[in-house]
């Protein structure tokens, strides 16, 4: 059995009021058409088509940034309906697979599973076609499902063309379908138009009911598969809906959010058992963190690995990565290249960006280190910075193990303090400091010196 698969994803998306292609408005950090994609991709045996059309370049270079598999393009020019859409695939798809599942990018919260429950429904009830819906108190903006007496599917009615009755219809299409592709490639041509000159892809349903064909209905039992993004109200209920199966999945395998409502943990993240999440944190890209660390509250950590047993608070860091026992915050910043090894200890105002600070090193106040690699056991006092911007490059500042930076030392790079070296309050160093060296003054000197 030869399944290929055609996702619409060339529509303007009016209602979304944006310059933006719908299909690529973000949740949880991923366009829509790629939340769609990731349902069908394992299940097809040829490379999905996605019909593409209105920001076509762009829509493409996201879907090829984003996947690792073959994707094919069938380009639809004018935006003629969904049935029309469908038609732009059938040169690339027709004698080519004995099913085609049919998906919307506009649904992504659709799942695997739920493709693979229509594929098996079509094939054991004998259906020329497989449609999936849901049984809504809001059916608002969606096609109904109109039924016989028996219950046998009749036909798929658009809102703007319900009957009053038929618009009490709780019953909505949710544009997920597995269609005979023998049918449907010679269905699709007696499409007809309708009244606003668009070719709806669901009076397939009625038609193959007037041949007497079989059309069948899996019902998604969970509600929120069925939740599709027209506009901006719809995009932020999706990524709601998004956000809470994420986190049920990460609870489930031993991770505590406290508020999951204001938690957001982006997709490709990784979490270990024990981890904490308190409110309002934020998960990004290629997050990871390692157990019995406790992130939040108010803490967005993008691309960064965090170790054991850390405790990160009110916090930002992007690019950055974390040993273990290490505590952050409140109100700290690591950027790009900061490495901050086990036991480290970074308290309120402190901002790191290509450093590292060695094993036990505590930075507890108002400091910016930024080009630095600092030894074991540092002690950087409150205000310190290093100048490592001259204007024109940025240099180096090497700090031994064990030095005592005192509190708003100025280190004027490049620059190299020995170990166990100590800067006096308030210095501005811009000569190196030799090993077990006291410096004090501006420009500071060695203390032992008599000048
Ligand atoms: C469609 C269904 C409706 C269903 C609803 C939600 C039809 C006629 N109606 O309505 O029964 O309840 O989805 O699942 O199918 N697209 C194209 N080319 C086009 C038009 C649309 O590629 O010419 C794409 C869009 O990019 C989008 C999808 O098809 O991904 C749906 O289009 P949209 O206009 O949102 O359809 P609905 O009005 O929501
Ligand atoms: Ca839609």
Avoid at 295 to 315: A, F, K, M
Avoid at 354 to 360: A, F, K, P, Q
Avoid at 417 to 426: D, L, M, P, S, V
Avoid at 433 to 445: Q, R
């Amino acid at each position: 059995m030869t399944i290929a698969s055609i996702m619409l994803a060339a529509g303007h998306g009016t209602r979304m009021k944006s310059t933006l292609p719908k299909v690529l408005h973000p949740i949880l950090g991923k366009p829509l058409v790629l939340h769609a994609l990731s349902a069908v991709e394992n299940v097809v045996d040829i490379p999905p088509v996605v019909v593409i059309g209105h920001g076509a370049e762009d829509v493409k270079a996201a879907i090829q940034a984003g996947v690792k598999q073959d994707v094919q393009f069938a380009i639809q020019e004018k935006q003629l309906g969904t049935g029309h859409a469908v038609m732009c695939a059938q040169s690339l798809l027709q004698g080519k697979s004995e099913k085609v599942i049919i998906t919307f990018a506009d649904m992504p919260l659709l799942t695997q599973a739920s493709i693979e429950h229509i594929i098996q429904l079509q094939q054991e009830s004998q259906s020329v076609m497989v449609i999936t819906t849901v049984m809504s108190e809001e059916p608002r903006g969606f096609g109904r499902v109109i039924r016989d007496s028996d219950g046998s599917v009749q036909a798929i009615v658009e809102e703007v063309d319900c009957t009053p009755e038929q618009l009490l219809v709780r019953e909505k299409n949710t544009s997920a379908y597995c269609v005979d592709a023998k049918w449907l490639w010679q269905s699709l041509e007696k499409l007809q138009p309708s009244a606003k000159g668009e070719y709806y892809i669901t009076d397939l349903v009625a038609m193959a009911v007037a041949e007497g064909l079989r059309v069948s209905a899996y019902v998604l039992e969970d509600r929120s598969e069925g939740l599709g993004i027209n506009d901006r109200v719809d995009l932020a209920d999706t990524e709601r809906a998004m956000r809470m199966r994420v986190n049920r999945d990460w609870m489930r395998k031993g991770v505590t959010f406290i508020d999951p409502w204001t938690t957001t943990v982006h997709l490709e993240v990784e979490l270990a058992q024990d981890v904490v999440l308190q409110p309002n944190t934020m998960l990004m890209g290629k997050t990871k963190i390692a157990k019995n660390s406790v992130i939040g509250p108010n803490t967005t950590l993008i691309d960064t690995l965090v170790g054991e047993d850390c405790h990160i608070q009110y916090s930002v860091a992007e690019s950055a990565q974390v040993g273990n026992h290490v505590t952050i915050g409140p109100f700290a910043r690591l950027r790009k290249g900061a490495v901050l090894q086990d036991h480290v200890h970074i308290g309120n105002f402190g901002e790191v960006k290509d450093s590292v600070l060695g094993e036990g090193t505590k930075m507890g106040h108002f400091s910016y280190i930024g080009n630095a690699e600092i030894g074991k056991d540092v002690n950087i006092g409150a205000g310190t910075i290093t100048c490592n911007y001259d204007g024109k490059t940025k240099h180096l500042t090497e700090i031994g193990d064990s030095a005592f930076i005192g509190s708003d030392t100025m280190l004027v790079a490049p620059l190299k303090i020995g170990k166990n070296a100590t800067t006096g309050a308030g210095s501005v160093v811009t000569r190196d400091v030799p090993d077990n060296t006291i410096v004090y003054g501006t420009p500071a000197k060695p203390k032992e010196r008599k000048d």
